[in-house]
């Protein structure tokens, strides 16, 4: 009975922090588009949205009640189930990736460890890169079955941009297991907090910056954003949505940038530890509130890279498809396989 109530309890634990996570990553997702808004405006000197609430604080909620109670249109040539499954199946590979992210270290509450990490399994990275794999599939069956000449094409760039990227991003991490030596996210995290306390994007320079290019093209934002290229493409693979439908590939596309926000954060700047190069045990803090500093500073590591995903956005112009390309194969993944084979070598010669 004992040993059942120790497991009821782990569910309890689990479920509450699966419910916070998906709650989190909607309402970071809702203020996102609000913010990408006043970023755009402070950019261009303009004001932006300014009526809904002060300082235009409940546009989000206006928009996403639009959303809801907007009319839902099938397509008739459509095909009826992959029109619905794509956007579910888009929402769905953007929430699952949050599962083996380490949001925190260790609470101790109620005489219970209550780890702030929903599953930490030993191929974390990997699962990381099945999921947001799967990803495509949203978009490919969402522009396939609309009908539609534009979605096709637009799914098609999509698909290619997001197949050629995920190499180059999946090498630059290799040189970062080389030095940790684990694929569990925890164990990435702790690496960088243990010695030393070096953080990899210290040690990888090269490598972050390769998988932040990688990044922005896997979230399909600009200047990647080619399957959303309304000058080109009328509106994009998502062109025949309305109503929720379009909200969630909309709202996918925000989650997916704060979940890669928060990868980038775990694997090249220290997770939730506070400070590089500083023991933060020695500050004679309880901790639980070490742990509730890191998850703060975790946090502010993921709206400092949101930020920067919105600058871009305002600041670049749109590549062309074969530049983009280009880019891709013929200067991201040999850049990548160079900085792979560099770590190889260094690694070895500091084990003789």
């Known amino acids: ?177 080389m030095l940790t030596g684990t694929l569990q996210m925890s164990g990435i995290v702790g690496s960088q907090m243990t010695g030393d ?18 990044a922005l093209a896997e979230c399909n934002r600009t200047p990647f954003d080619l399957a959303e290229a309304e000058n080109e493409l009328n509106f994009g693979y998502h062109q025949e949505y309305s109503s929720m439908k379009l909200g969630f590939y909309l709202f996918a596309e925000y989650i997916n940038m704060f979940i890669s926000s928060a990868v980038m954060a775990t694997v090249f700047f220290g997770g939730y530890d506070i400070l590089p190069f500083v023991d933060e045990s020695k500050w004679g803090l309880s901790s639980n509130m070490l742990t509730i500093l890191g998850s703060v500073e975790l946090m502010a590591k993921i709206f400092f890279f949101l930020f920067v995903f919105l600058w871009i956005r305002w600041t670049i112009p749109r590549f062309r498809y074969d530049q983009l390309m280009k880019l891709g194969w013929k200067k991201l993944i040999p850049l990548a396989l160079a900085n792979m084979v560099i770590t190889a070598a260094v690694v070895l010669w500091l084990k003789k």
């Open 1 to 177: 009975m004992y040993l059942l109530t120790l497991d009821g309890w782990l569910i309890l634990e689990k479920a509450a922090l699966i419910l916070v996570i998906i709650g989190l990553s909607f309402f970071i997702a809702m203020y996102t588009t609000y913010a990408e808004r006043k970023v755009a405006a402070w950019l261009q000197d303009r004001r932006g949205p300014n009526r809904a609430g002060p300082f235009g604080i409940f546009q989000p909620l206006a928009d996403g009640g639009k959303l809801f109670f907007k009319e839902e249109i099938i397509p008739l040539a459509s095909s009826k189930f992959l029109f619905i499954l794509g956007p579910a199946m888009a929402m769905m590979t953007a929430l699952l990736t949050s599962a083996v992210i380490p949001w925190g270290g260790t609470l101790h509450m109620f005489g219970r460890d209550i780890s702030l990490q929903i599953a930490d399994i030993n191929i974390g990275i990997l699962y990381v890169f099945g999921v947001v794999s799967l990803g495509v599939y949203g978009i490919m069956i969402g522009g396939w079955a609309s009908n539609n000449k534009f979605s096709l094409l637009a799914a098609i760039r999509g698909a290619s941009q997001m197949i050629s990227y995920e190499l180059a991003m999946g090498l630059s991490l290799i040189a970062v297991l």
């Open 197 to 214: 306390n070096i953080w990899h994007v210290i040690l990888q320079p090269v490598g972050f910056l390769v998988f932040f290019v990688c």
